[in-house]
């Protein structure tokens, strides 16, 4: 068996769905950051354990909960609230959970509207997401998490499936300009250079890291997303919902690129 760590804040709308695909599962705890909504009451009331700790970045929360949290088992999968494990995948991970390895990456079917969009999400994007507690460790990169390097991984054939538009487009936006923060601050205090080689890496995931990085040094940021999302990453192949979202992942790069601005003037 596994168990199962859901991070909230103010999640009531999402988070029934996702309690109700781990149900399964023995050891639900929910690690909240402060809610004011219903979240906590809806935690307790599935069952799930719940324990509070202020958010300041997701590795830092993930690795809180790693170190401090008892978990009834030596695995965790790590899920937001609007995100939902697979019965294949609770299987895969019940089959995984007598591994050597650190963690196991996995890869989210992003869905957007109520349709997969593989295409305009570079399916498959792998996460660190089934990990061993205590000694697995999580860095902060920009507004999310990725891996230590320094932790050995496999990977799952299963996916987790991921909601994009479960809060509406309002919260997207809201919470994409505050990701679009943390990645300007992120790359202003580290000033890398555009790692060429990486670029033509055999590993999948070190080419779109390598890409993520290139993308600083070209003008009209916003438009080129979109057109390598929607046209040279077929995004136009994920239908009505594929082309609002790849709009909505422009009006995210151009968050980015004024944040950069902002504080390459150092203007509050």
Not at 69 to 85: G, Q, S, T
Not at 138 to 149: N, Y
Not at 246 to 256: D, G, K, N, P, V
């Amino acid at each position: 068996m596994y168990s199962v760590l859901i991070l909230t804040l103010n999640e009531e709308r999402s988070l029934p769905g996702c309690l109700a695909s781990v149900r399964d599962c023995d050891d639900v705890v929910v690690l909240d950051s402060g809610s004011t909504d219903r979240t906590v009451e809806i935690a307790r009331t599935a069952g799930a354990r719940v324990l509070t700790r202020p958010f300041d970045n997701f590795a830092s929360q993930r690795n809180h909960a790693q170190r401090e949290i008892p978990f009834r088992h030596p695995w965790v999968f790590h899920l937001d609230a609007d995100e939902h494990m697979t019965p294949e995948l609770g299987a895969e991970c019940r089959r995984q959970a007598t591994s050597p390895l650190d963690g196991f990456m996995v890869a989210p079917k992003m869905l957007f509207r109520g349709r997969w969009i593989p295409h305009c999400t570079d399916f498959p994007a792998y996460q660190a997401r089934f990990v061993r507690a205590p000694q697995f460790e999580f860095i902060q990169v920009g507004h999310g998490q990725r891996e230590s390097p320094q932790m050995q991984l496999g990977h799952l054939r299963a996916s987790y499936l991921h909601d994009l538009s479960a809060g509406g487009e309002d919260a997207w936006l809201a919470k994409h300009r505050a990701y679009a923060r943390a990645e300007a601050a992120e790359h202003a205090r580290q000033r890398p250079g555009v790692p060429w080689a990486r670029l033509f890496a055999a590993d999948r995931l070190q080419r779109r890291r390598a890409l993520k990085q290139l993308s600083y040094a070209l003008p009209f940021r916003p438009a080129l997303r979109f057109l390598y999302q929607y046209g040279l990453r077929g995004g136009f192949l994920d239908g009505a919902p594929g082309l609002h979202y790849c709009r909505l992942l422009a009006r995210y790069e151009s968050f980015a690129v004024a944040e950069l601005r902002r504080l390459r003037r150092g203007t509050p």
